[in-house]
């Protein structure tokens, strides 16, 4: 089975950039596996930051972007700010109604 | 505004099922542009995605749930429901229903605030 990979943790300083990847344990990610990002904070259901890879969901800043950067799906959070610290997780659609959600990255700003 | 809500039992017993309803205002339910969805998270841990029904009953399942798993809809009251069989400790979770949305690509945006469901005796 497909497995959605991401790193398990990320940390970034305040005002710093930070980009986040989701792959796939197989192949190359690409537009076609509708790559979307959330950010979940404790108690907190899931957020939607951006859709088909790079659509910034509405209300969110423009300091978060999503991208495809080589073979991975990319958050990029740009001028990182405190209330940033999540976790983040992207998921992706493998086609046949079938989604597959990756492991989620810790990412602390300090 | 849309709105989803889940329901059902906080504490279920070992090898009995699991049963949630969704309850969905603030969207045309049964337009053909949504997918209704299912995710769990155990506490402390990841999503999974389990499924989702279609407004014409089409289902989809996570091919590692798939026997146990079943979901089902009722249009008439903008409602879909998750039923899963012979749960065990490792089916304690908070479950979210969710919209899944297919216009211009494909998205799994709005999300309910979750229920969380423990399995013991």
């Known amino acids: 089975q497909t497995v959605v990979t991401q790193e398990p943790s990320f940390s970034v300083s305040p005002g710093g950039t930070v980009t986040l990847t989701c792959g796939l344990s197989?192949?190359?990610?690409?537009?076609?596996?509708?790559p979307t990002w959330y950010q979940q904070t404790p108690g907190q259901a899931p957020r939607t930051l951006i859709y088909n890879a790079n659509t910034r969901s509405s209300g969110v800043p423009d300091r978060f972007s999503g991208s495809i950067l080589g073979n991975k799906a990319a958050l990029t959070i740009t001028g990182a700010q405190a209330d940033d610290e999540s976790d983040y997780y992207c998921v992706l659609y493998m086609g046949r109604g079938i989604w597959v959600f990756g492991g989620g990255t810790k990412l602390t700003v300090l | 505004q849309v709105h989803l809500q889940e329901s059902g039992p906080g504490l279920v017993e070992p090898s009995a099922t699991l049963s949630l309803t969704c309850t969905v205002s603030g969207v045309s339910f049964s337009s053909n542009s949504y997918y209704w969805d299912w995710i769990r998270q155990p506490p402390g841990k990841g999503l999974e995605w389990l499924g989702s029904?279609?407004?014409?009953?089409?289902?989809y399942y996570n091919p590692s749930l798939r026997s146990r798993v079943t979901i089902s809809i009722d249009t008439s009251k903008n409602q879909f429901s998750l039923n899963l069989s012979s749960v065990t400790a490792a089916d304690t979770a908070m479950y979210y229903c969710a919209r899944d949305r297919a216009v211009t690509g494909r998205v799994i945006d709005y999300w309910g605030q979750g229920t969380l469901v423990t399995v013991s005796s």
């Open positions: 029904i279609y407004y014409s009953g089409d289902t």
């Open positions: 197989s192949g190359s990610v690409s537009t076609t596996y509708y």
